[in-house]
């Protein structure tokens, strides 16, 4: 908890469960009690279990209460801001973060947690230059996965991916190097290479069998080698060890691909049973439930909770790539192109961005945009979506070749 490498899951039960025991004996021992906080925050965003975050603000607080941030309990601090982060609460964990690094201006994991909240939030100068201050104090895999993912954001792969094999070489545990192994998979995912990032994934559970994220990635490296009966069982296992609402959407849509209406129905209704129960334990749902709502349900809706994210100060190219697209899907498509712009000129380089944009260009009558950007999203990852790679290939079909005749005088 103090170092930043993953424990396993058993090791990190293990710790609650002898802080717990300590802590009925030793009511006053704030340590403790922060740990135990962080601790339970982290099991509930692995196990993408909600209900533990109200114990873990309870331990916090308790913390907070003992020994007050004002007087240095920087590790309460830093799990406050851990559990705002795991909720989606980027604004707070920002602000928890800079307490933090306040009150220890050389203490890494407060540099960590504030690239995190400044990536929630869609400031990658913020983000970029909190980096640079982690790299100065930390070299670990902690530091190495930021600076990946930083680097991802802005569109530079080739770094991004050095950069991921690097954090793998530095983890400290099993359960750290098989998260960095699925980070090297996902990157080999978006530049559609699925044979390779089957690859990551593999390695990844030979570490650890049940790490959901690599379950996941797998599920789509396999479901677009045309492996579906083999990815529908990874997104079962990945669901099983980690019910989270966006594996449930992405499961929902292979299904619905395979015109298995029943189990598609099952996997959404799963999304949204999951999204309701993390919502009454403060998690922030509103990205998953309204691209749901937008290609499934009700466009409109997703449009009015994407502009609460977006009043939040929820910014990222994920939230305006999301907004734009929901704009269209409800008719919008002259107020969607703000938005699926900034999206792909922020840098990263996503198949699903390009393919957004390409279908508000097309809607908005600008043939010429729309063609360049879904053929770059099928050039990115041919395989992006079981639902929208095949769409995005109709619309090209549909937009045919840039006329080749002289304009007229």
């Not at 019910?243 to 449930?248: F, L, N, Q, S, V």
Request: glycine letters at 8%; charged letters at 25%.
């Amino acid at each position: 908890m103090t170092t930043g490498a993953q424990a396993a899951p058993s090791e990190l039960a293990a710790l609650i469960k002898d802080r717990e025991a300590w802590v009925r004996d030793h009511p006053g021992d704030e340590a403790s009690w922060a740990v135990l906080g962080a601790a339970y925050a982290e099991s509930g965003r692995r196990a993408a279990d909600p209900a533990a975050y109200p114990r873990a603000e309870r331990a916090l607080r308790r913390s907070l209460d003992v020994y007050p941030a004002a007087q240095g309990n920087v590790e309460a601090v830093l799990g406050m801001g851990a559990l705002a982060q795991a909720r989606g609460d980027f604004g707070a964990a920002r602000q928890w973060g800079g307490k933090a690094v306040k009150l220890r201006p050389k203490h890494w994991r407060g540099q960590a947690l504030l690239v995190d909240a400044y990536r929630g939030l869609g400031d990658q100068a913020a983000a970029g230059k909190a980096l640079e201050r982690l790299r100065k104090l930390h070299t670990g895999a902690a530091a190495m996965t930021r600076t990946a993912q930083v680097y991802r954001d802005k569109g530079w792969r080739e770094d991004a991916s050095a950069v991921a094999y690097d954090a793998v070489a530095k983890a400290a545990t099993p359960t750290e190097r098989a998260a960095c192994l699925s980070r090297l998979g996902d990157l080999a995912w978006e530049r559609g290479e699925p044979s390779e990032a089957l690859a990551q994934y593999a390695a990844a559970l030979r570490l650890s069998p049940r790490h959901a994220p690599a379950l996941a990635g797998r599920a789509r490296a396999l479901a677009a080698l045309g492996r579906t009966g083999e990815a529908a069982a990874d997104w079962a296992a990945a669901l099983a060890a980690r019910p989270d609402p966006a594996y449930a959407l992405e499961a929902g849509e292979l299904a619905e691909s395979l015109g298995l209406e029943e189990a598609a129905r099952e996997r959404y209704d799963l999304l949204l049973d999951r999204s309701v129960e993390g919502m009454t334990h403060g998690a922030d749902h509103a990205l998953t439930l309204a691209r749901y709502e937008a290609d499934h349900g009700a466009p409109e809706t997703a449009v009015r909770w994407l502009r609460a994210e977006w009043r939040r100060g929820h910014r990222s190219a994920d939230v305006a790539d999301a907004l734009g697209w929901a704009l269209l899907r409800a008719g919008r498509a002259q107020e969607a192109l703000p938005y699926v712009r900034r999206a792909t000129e922020q840098g990263r380089r996503s198949a699903l961005f390009s393919y957004h944009r390409g279908a508000v260009e097309r809607e908005s009558g600008l043939e010429g945009e729309a063609r360049r950007h879904l053929a770059e999203a099928l050039r990115t990852n041919p395989h992006f979506s079981p639902l929208h790679a095949p769409a995005a290939r109709r619309a090209l079909e549909a937009l045919g070749e840039p006329s080749t005749e002289p304009p007229l005088r």
